[in-house]
Structure formats: structure tokens, C-alpha cells
């Protein structure tokens, strides 16, 4: 996290005055994966490497067997094309 970016519960309030509705989980998820999508390339091997395992691993949700697979090619289409949904 940059310096002067606030963390989580620390939002500043909206310019207009209007409060918005807290993003759900699944908003917050895709967020924070398209980030780490982003910052691939920064991350150590061994970094990579945990998050690459962790995603086979994961409590709470269905066990994925092509689940690397799928990142790995998402990762490489990123490194070659840019980000793309």
C-alpha cells in the first residue's frame, strides 16, 4: 500500500456527500485479483509460486482442478496483450 492511501474502513467520504453502498464481496475479490493480475511481474517467484498454490486451496469454495491452468494462461495472455477481461 502506497503512503496516504487509506486502508479499508478508512474510505474517505464521496466528494457530492451521497454515501455509497459498500461493494460486495465478489466486487472486492475481482478487484483485488485484477490488481495482482497487474503486479505480477513485481512479485517475487516465490510469491507467485504461494499464490498460484493457494488458488487450488482454498476453504469454502468447490476445489477447481483446472484452476492453475487457467491463471497461468490468464497471467501469459496479460503479459503478451495487456489486461483484458
Known sequence: MK???PIAGQMP???????????????????????VLLCWDD???????RILDQANDIIGLAPMPEARN?????????STQGFRQ
Open 3 to 5: 503512503a496516504g492511501n
Open 13 to 35: 467520504a464521496a466528494h457530492d456527500g451521497v454515501e455509497r453502498p459498500r461493494p460486495s464481496n465478489e466486487q472486492i475479490l475481482q478487484q483485488l485479483g485484477a490488481a
Open 43 to 49: 512479485l517475487s517467484f516465490q510469491s507467485q509460486t
Open 70 to 78: 487457467e491463471i497461468v494462461k490468464l497471467l501469459l495472455r496479460h
